[in-house]
């Protein structure tokens, strides 16, 4: 009966408050839809911005040769290393970590025309599980490169989705036929468009593919540009770096400490880069919305500081018939909890109503900063920021009014 006497005690107190209950809890419903909004756009715009990068590959070793640096057994320094097709498949029985390897060869500039259109691409010749370590998917009624087009040494070709637009338009392009260079080429699968923010050649939607037994036979050449694998864990890479120049080191003569004697780039490095970018980007966005919370917190925390002046009487009444201090500062607590609560919910709607709103944002401004989601991620970090907020908001009203003298209180 006691509690329940309190209890309405407060919902008086608050009636002779109503504007400034009303302003705080208006406060605090701006500062929780702040940090959801706030969240949830960090959220769109870090698996945007993963997605973009993954699009390379994912968690890809690009490996290439280079220049020596350091003298060997008689070998000077500055001398080229040139890696070779089989080079892909001797590192692959040798390093049981490899989980996917696939060599590159690569040619600039040379012309592929269609009738009068005539376009310079960095034409690359690769294996049929090259797609699937660079993300590079068919679009439907298309494929990709095949164990038969490398048996036969076909001469098909797969196209990059912006240079089939600038070849074709509109009409369909697998079937037709393309010159490369001076050899006609049969277009068998187009890109699937993709969004891509890193890469090494060039975008993989400006690019065209051919088998690698084709390109090896139409230039006379087995050196390949580049060497691409992944790992069946990414913790795996740095033994398999360490592998790759101690096997390659032996069989081209240079010095297994000499990182410059190939070039080698692990994408998992930005991958790891942004994490922690977005970590602290979203902890940044967090603290912003945390301190337009707080404000509707100081405005709980004088509320309370009211009702505790204004209800010293009762609060020594219950002292005087058993409750103890933990009694008081429990119930304090709930009230400061009840305006929050109150102000959490109505934010929490309000933020939702807000993120929904941004899922219809033009697609070419989706594409750079990604959508917005309200994500579990977001409700729990703006429900743990509501309850610290609640705890501090609460401390000081319900520590003071559990200190009070029960004496003074009677008299009042």
């Known amino acids: 009966m006691a509690f329940l006497s309190f209890f309405t005690e407060f919902i008086r107190d608050i009636r002779q408050q109503k504007l400034r209950t009303f302003l705080t809890i208006i406060g605090i419903m701006w500062g929780t839809a702040t940090i959801i909004v706030l969240v949830s756009v960090s959220i769109g715009i870090r698996e945007q911005i993963m997605l973009n990068v993954t699009e390379i590959g994912d968690d890809i070793v690009i490996l290439s040769g280079s220049q020596t640096s350091r003298a060997y057994e008689g070998l000077g320094i500055g001398r080229w290393i040139r890696l070779h097709e089989d080079d892909a498949l001797f590192l692959k029985e040798n390093i049981p970590e490899i989980r996917n390897i696939s060599p590159e060869y690569l040619r600039r500039g040379v012309p592929i025309r269609r009738n009068d259109i005539t376009i310079r691409v960095h034409l690359g010749g690769v294996i049929p599980s090259y797609y699937e370590l660079r993300n590079i998917y068919p679009q439907e009624g298309g494929r990709w490169i095949n ?18 637009w600038l070849l074709f338009g509109n009409q369909n392009a697998v079937g037709e036929v393309v010159m490369v260079g001076g050899t006609p080429f049969t277009v068998v699968g187009v890109m699937q468009p993709k969004s891509q923010s890193h890469w090494y050649v060039a975008q993989d939607e400006e690019r065209a593919f051919i088998p690698s037994s084709t390109f090896s036979t139409m230039y006379g050449t087995d050196r390949v540009r580049y060497i691409i694998y992944n790992s069946y864990h990414h913790r795996y890479l740095s033994d398999i770096e360490s592998n790759v120049f101690r096997l390659l080191s032996r069989k081209y003569k240079f010095h297994s400490e000499d990182r410059n004697a190939l070039w080698l780039w692990d994408t998992t490095d930005i991958i790891r880069f942004y994490s922690n970018f977005f970590i602290a980007f979203t902890i940044f966005l967090g603290f912003i919305g945390t301190l ?63 993120v929904s709103g941004l899922q219809f944002l033009p697609q070419n401004i989706t594409d750079a900063i990604g959508v917005p989601s309200f994500t579990s991620e977001a409700g729990l970090i703006t429900f743990i920021v509501l309850l610290l907020t609640g705890l501090a908001a609460g401390m000081m009203p319900a520590r003071k009014a559990a200190r009070l003298n029960v004496v003074e209180c009677l008299r009042s």
Do not use: P, Y
């Open 147 to 164: 164990d038969l087009d490398m048996l036969e040494r076909k001469r098909v070709i797969f196209l990059g989705d912006e240079l089939k």
């Open 292 to 354: 337009t919370l707080s404000v509707g917190g100081i405005g709980v925390a004088n509320i309370m500081l009211v009702v505790v002046q204004e209800r010293r009487h009762d609060i020594g009444v219950m002292r005087a018939v058993g409750a103890r201090r933990g009694d008081i500062t429990r119930q304090f607590f709930i009230e400061t909890f009840m305006i929050l609560g109150a102000g959490g919910v109505l934010g929490f709607a309000a933020g939702w109503l807000v």
